[in-house]
């Protein structure tokens, strides 16, 4: 008797649904329990919020999660396709230098990445427990979180990938070669540890950022390069899913605890102006790769902000918010206090940052709406971000700029930047003594000290049987650092660079102390007057021994320290230029724009900052000469291209044109920003708009779409100025594009009334449609565009 087999295929089918079928019992079987136990507590007349309570809470979570997941899903899949097709799928997110031939050399270092990835995963297990885990107990344990201890750590078979590749060859120094490469990973690694005494477990672990690696010094024998600094431009992304016991915190809130850790671990190694170094040669000094290496200061004012979304929900529907600010540049963060009610803050708050590589930082301002809830989850609602390019400060000098929010229906904040270089010239501390008294604010700064504590020897014993764990701790006015513990040891090393910002080194005073792990007794110390650098050769000293005080005879420490004076930075144009004052803020245009969303002409926003010093186009390319009329202003064709900034925003060139239809003309500066990926817009005027009927004089105002969609999230749209034929706008404007999707859009430019004209069936006064695929933007372009009929255009 002949038994008919099932076909393999009907029955893999039917054992996943079998399996489908016991999962969704499984699952709700077990959130059926979890529901009955608390519903159960509120039968014993608690309250029907224990009913309520958790099933909210699960459908908040469920929802977290599966977005968390979609996202986490679809950039492994992105991590297991060949190279090309990753980076070319990616590449309206690559860097702008990444072109075809970078392409080509990605793929080959991650041909070179995937043959020695078992290596790098030794090492980064290595790198995991020494360093990192340290770093994630103590930070940890502020939240009453102890004993975490990573258990089991496989980063998989999956190495990260490069999207792009840029080698540096100017503005380098001739013994080091630098790199930076747009690093991706999204691999499959299996990472256990204990926390609290439960087990819990990391998946999918994701980061994506930009990673610069500098070979230096050049040597002349083998490996050909003393050693390496390895580090990230700006804070990488990081995201992760949480499986075990640690599932139950995987949900909004508790989760970015353990996130938000996880990211300021990294950032504390390998985060500008932290660099991770890497040791390749005994035949260099330490000092060489591990010395902080600042660049300058930039000194932030967070003026205030205007127009902010309304978050908080009052009695009668939407309320206001409570607004503040963190100011981000790498690893180093500052924040404002919050402002309650209100969503025009002022906050007048100040504050100095490191800068290691002008070139290439960015300095990130996040408003949040302040809301109560868990101390280090993300309990706060956004209200928006800036984002300012900091080689652009560096060009200027200085820049006062109102910036319209990012990721936000509205909403714009004031910002003051200021360059400041490091000077070898102890004379400039008068001036900069001098501009912080005028400032009137007693946190500036006007001193760089470099502190590099490379060992200490002869150190008491604290305790009589064995040898001290000792760690060194180094403080200057509110500033503490403190170096890695070294285990039981008199003779310690601990080559470890730190930088302070000063007030004032005539006064101010560097204190170093060394401090036993184990017992927390002092094992020396020493007091250091910091003007005594100015009476040494370039203000500093190298790896000398100091004597240790309250320690042993012939206990010393050896260090080496650079004093640098803050300096404003010569402006980079011919022109004078001014100091800002407190008042500049309150400053407004002298058109009839209404005050309460008007934009101040001496406070334009980002596109100042955009504007670099190239020459205003003063031709249309052939294929707008039909439709475009670029000035003939003598004040445009003679002006400086160093002040160009200053032209559009304070003295726009004069038109007598009314346009080639008689409908009048408006004047638009254009720039993409290809680092930022952002399209800036500037309606700067229009003029002579005809008057056919002086008792209906036209409400002008401008509107934007993209085309060819002309969806309803392009949309941007000026203020109206009333009765007026020649209205002066100077509005700014961003569209978030890529490259590659710039050169498939159209810009819809449209002029319109907003009183209806009696003489006329539409408020259109105007249009003109902007093809990107004709025009080069990439450098500032400011032209004037004739009008043309609503007609002229079909939608």
Same mark, same amino acid.
């Given at each position: 008797?002949?038994?008919?087999?099932?076909?393999?295929?009907?029955?893999?089918?039917?054992?996943?649904?079998?399996?489908?079928?016991?999962?969704?019992?499984?699952?709700?079987?077990?959130?059926?329990?979890?529901?009955?136990?608390?519903?159960?507590? +509120?039968?014993?007349?608690?309250?029907?919020?224990?009913?309520? %309570?958790?099933?909210?809470?699960?459908?908040?979570?469920?929802?977290?999660?599966?977005?968390?997941?979609?996202?986490?899903?679809?950039?492994?899949?992105?991590?297991?396709?060949?190279?090309?097709?990753?980076?070319?799928?990616?590449?309206?997110?690559?860097?702008?230098?990444?072109?075809?031939?970078?392409?080509?050399?990605?793929?080959?270092?991650?041909?070179?990445?995937?043959?020695?990835? @078992?290596?790098?995963?030794?090492?980064?297990?290595?790198?995991?427990?020494?360093?990192?885990?340290?770093?994630?107990?103590?930070?940890?344990?502020?939240?009453?979180?102890?004993?975490?201890?990573?258990?089991?750590?496989?980063? %998989?078979?999956?190495?990260?990938?490069? %999207?792009?590749?840029?080698?540096?060859?100017?503005?380098?120094?001739?013994?080091?070669?630098?790199?930076?490469?747009?690093?991706?990973?999204?691999?499959?690694?299996? =990472?256990?540890?204990?926390?609290?005494?439960?087990?819990?477990?990391?998946?999918?672990?994701?980061?994506?950022?930009?990673?610069?690696?500098?070979?230096?010094?050049?040597?002349?024998? =083998?490996?050909?390069? +003393?050693?390496?600094?390895?580090?990230?431009?700006?804070?990488?992304?990081?995201?992760?899913?949480?499986?075990?016991?640690?599932?139950?915190?995987?949900?909004?809130?508790?989760?970015?605890?353990?996130?938000?850790?996880?990211?300021?671990?990294?950032?504390?190694?390998?985060?500008?102006?932290?660099?991770?170094?890497?040791?390749?040669?005994?035949?260099?000094?330490? =000092?060489?790769?591990?010395?902080?290496?600042?660049?300058?200061?930039?000194?932030?004012?967070?003026?205030?902000?205007?127009?902010?979304?309304?978050?908080?929900?009052? *009695?009668?529907?939407?309320?206001?918010?409570?607004?503040?600010?963190?100011?981000?540049?790498? #690893?180093?963060?500052?924040?404002?206090?919050? =402002?309650?009610?209100?969503?025009?803050?002022?906050?007048?708050?100040?504050?100095?940052?490191?800068?290691?590589?002008?070139?290439?930082?960015?300095?990130?301002?996040?408003?949040?709406?302040?809301?109560?809830?868990?101390?280090?989850?993300?309990?706060?609602?956004?209200? %928006?971000?800036?984002?300012?390019?900091?080689?652009?400060?560096?060009?200027?000098?200085?820049?006062?700029?109102?910036?319209?929010?990012?990721?936000?229906?509205?909403?714009?904040?004031?910002?003051?930047?200021?360059?400041?270089?490091?000077?070898?010239?102890?004379?400039?501390?008068? #001036?900069?003594?001098?501009?912080?008294?005028?400032?009137?604010?007693?946190? *500036?700064?006007?001193?760089?000290?470099?502190?590099?504590?490379?060992?200490?020897?002869?150190?008491?014993?604290?305790?009589?049987?064995?040898?001290?764990?000792?760690?060194?701790?180094?403080?200057?006015?509110?500033?503490?650092?403190?170096?890695?513990?070294? @285990?039981?040891?008199?003779?310690?090393?601990?080559?470890?660079?730190?930088?302070?910002?000063?007030?004032?080194?005539?006064?101010?005073?560097?204190?170093?102390?060394?401090?036993?792990?184990?017992?927390?007794?002092?094992?020396?110390?020493?007091?250091?007057?910091?003007?005594?650098?100015?009476?040494?050769?370039? *203000?500093?000293?190298?790896?000398?021994?100091?004597?240790?005080?309250?320690? +042993?005879?012939?206990?010393?420490?050896?260090?080496?320290?650079?004093?640098?004076?803050?300096?404003?930075?010569?402006?980079?144009?011919?022109?004078?230029?001014?100091?800002?004052?407190?008042?500049?803020?309150?400053?407004?245009?002298?058109?009839?724009?209404?005050?309460?969303?008007?934009? @101040?002409?001496?406070?334009?926003?980002?596109?100042?900052?955009?504007?670099?010093?190239?020459?205003?186009? !003063?031709?249309?390319?052939?294929?707008?000469?039909?439709?475009?009329?670029?000035?003939?202003?003598?004040?445009?064709?003679?002006?400086?291209?160093?002040?160009?900034?200053?032209?559009?925003?304070?003295?726009?060139?004069?038109?007598?044109?009314?346009?080639?239809?008689?409908?009048?003309?408006?004047?638009?500066?254009?720039?993409?920003?290809?680092?930022?990926?952002?399209?800036?817009?500037?309606?700067?005027?229009?003029?002579?708009?005809?008057?056919?009927?002086?008792?209906?004089?036209?409400? @002008?105002?401008?509107?934007?779409?993209?085309?060819?969609?002309?969806?309803? !999230?392009?949309?941007?749209?000026?203020?109206?100025?009333?009765?007026?034929?020649?209205?002066?706008?100077?509005?700014?404007?961003?569209?978030?594009?890529?490259?590659?999707?710039?050169?498939?859009?159209?810009?819809?430019?449209?002029?319109?009334?907003?009183?209806?004209?009696?003489?006329?069936?539409?408020?259109?006064?105007?249009?003109?449609?902007? !093809?990107?695929?004709?025009?080069?933007?990439?450098?500032?372009?400011? #032209?004037?565009?004739?009008?043309?009929?609503?007609?002229?255009?079909?939608?």
């Amino acid at each position: 008797m002949s038994v008919s087999k099932e076909h393999p295929i009907k029955a893999m089918e039917r054992k996943q649904v079998n399996s489908s079928i016991l999962s969704v019992i499984f699952s709700a079987v077990k959130k059926a329990s979890v529901v009955g136990i608390v519903y159960l507590a +509120g039968y014993m007349q608690w309250s029907i919020a224990w009913f309520i %309570g958790p099933i909210v809470l699960f459908v908040i979570r469920d929802q977290w999660k599966t977005t968390s997941d979609r996202r986490r899903t679809i950039a492994k899949a992105a991590a297991l396709a060949s190279e090309k097709d990753v980076v070319l799928a990616r590449l309206d997110d690559l860097p702008a230098w990444v072109f075809f031939p970078d392409i080509e050399r990605a793929e080959w270092i991650n041909r070179i990445i995937k043959q020695v990835w @078992p290596n790098i995963n030794h090492y980064a297990r290595d790198l995991i427990r020494d360093t990192i885990q340290p770093n994630l107990r103590e930070s940890l344990e502020a939240y009453k979180l102890s004993g975490f201890k990573f258990e089991r750590i496989v980063l %998989g078979t999956v190495p990260f990938r490069i %999207g792009g590749v840029k080698v540096y060859d100017k503005n380098i120094a001739r013994n080091e070669i630098v790199m930076d490469l747009d690093i991706f990973y999204a691999g499959d690694c299996d =990472i256990t540890f204990y926390l609290a005494g439960m087990k819990g477990g990391i998946r999918d672990f994701q980061l994506h950022g930009m990673l610069r690696v500098v070979m230096k010094p050049l040597i002349t024998t =083998i490996p050909l390069v +003393g050693g390496l600094q390895v580090f990230f431009l700006n804070n990488p992304d990081i995201d992760f899913d949480l499986v075990g016991i640690a599932d139950l915190l995987d949900m909004p809130g508790l989760s970015d605890i353990l996130r938000r850790i996880v990211v300021e671990t990294v950032a504390s190694m390998m985060v500008l102006p932290n660099k991770f170094p890497i040791q390749l040669s005994d035949d260099i000094e330490a =000092i060489e790769l591990k010395a902080p290496e600042p660049e300058g200061v930039l000194r932030v004012h967070v003026v205030e902000a205007k127009n902010l979304m309304k978050k908080d929900i009052g *009695m009668l529907g939407k309320g206001k918010s409570d607004p503040y600010a963190v100011v981000t540049l790498g #690893a180093q963060e500052f924040k404002t206090k919050v =402002i309650v009610n209100n969503v025009d803050p002022k906050w007048d708050f100040w504050c100095e940052a490191q800068i290691s590589s002008s070139e290439s930082q960015l300095l990130t301002v996040h408003l949040w709406d302040w809301d109560p809830g868990l101390p280090g989850a993300q309990n706060h609602d956004y209200l %928006g971000r800036a984002t300012v390019e900091v080689s652009n400060i560096v060009k200027k000098g200085q820049d006062d700029m109102w910036i319209t929010l990012e990721q936000a229906k509205h909403g714009m904040v004031h910002l003051r930047l200021t360059w400041l270089v490091l000077s070898d010239d102890y004379s400039d501390l008068k #001036a900069a003594l001098e501009e912080t008294q005028l400032l009137r604010v007693t946190s *500036m700064s006007t001193a760089l000290l470099t502190v590099f504590i490379d060992s200490a020897k002869n150190l008491p014993q604290a305790r009589s049987s064995t040898k001290p764990d000792p760690y060194a701790v180094l403080k200057v006015g509110n500033t503490i650092h403190e170096t890695k513990e070294i @285990p039981r040891n008199i003779h310690p090393v601990w080559e470890q660079g730190f930088t302070f910002l000063v007030a004032n080194p005539e006064s101010d005073t560097l204190y170093l102390t060394i401090i036993d792990k184990k017992t927390s007794s002092e094992l020396g110390r020493i007091t250091y007057n910091i003007s005594k650098l100015s009476k040494k050769t370039k *203000m500093g000293v190298y790896k000398e021994p100091f004597s240790l005080l309250r320690s +042993g005879p012939e206990s010393k420490v050896v260090w080496s320290m650079q004093l640098k004076i803050l300096k404003r930075a010569e402006d980079v144009d011919d022109g004078p230029t001014s100091r800002l004052e407190r008042t500049d803020s309150q400053k407004s245009t002298g058109s009839a724009v209404q005050d309460v969303v008007s934009t @101040p002409k001496e406070l334009e926003v980002e596109i100042k900052n955009e504007l670099t010093d190239n020459p205003v186009s !003063d031709q249309p390319p052939p294929e707008y000469e039909e439709t475009v009329k670029a000035t003939t202003s003598p004040v445009l064709a003679s002006t400086p291209t160093s002040e160009i900034g200053d032209l559009i925003h304070r003295s726009p060139s004069i038109t007598s044109s009314a346009g080639v239809h008689d409908l009048g003309r408006i004047q638009l500066t254009m720039k993409y920003s290809v680092q930022r990926q952002r399209l800036i817009v500037v309606i700067h005027k229009i003029a002579n708009i005809p008057l056919k009927d002086p008792s209906s004089i036209p409400d @002008p105002y401008v509107k934007l779409y993209l085309l060819p969609e002309r969806a309803k !999230d392009s949309k941007r749209k000026t203020q109206v100025v009333k009765d007026n034929c020649n209205a002066v706008f100077d509005e700014t404007f961003e569209y978030i594009l890529s490259q590659g999707e710039l050169n498939t859009k159209q810009l819809e430019v449209t002029v319109a009334s907003q009183k209806q004209l009696f003489y006329s069936g539409s408020n259109i006064l105007g249009m003109v449609v902007i !093809d990107f695929e004709k025009l080069n933007i990439s450098q500032p372009y400011t #032209a004037w565009f004739d009008l043309n009929p609503e007609s002229t255009y079909e939608r």
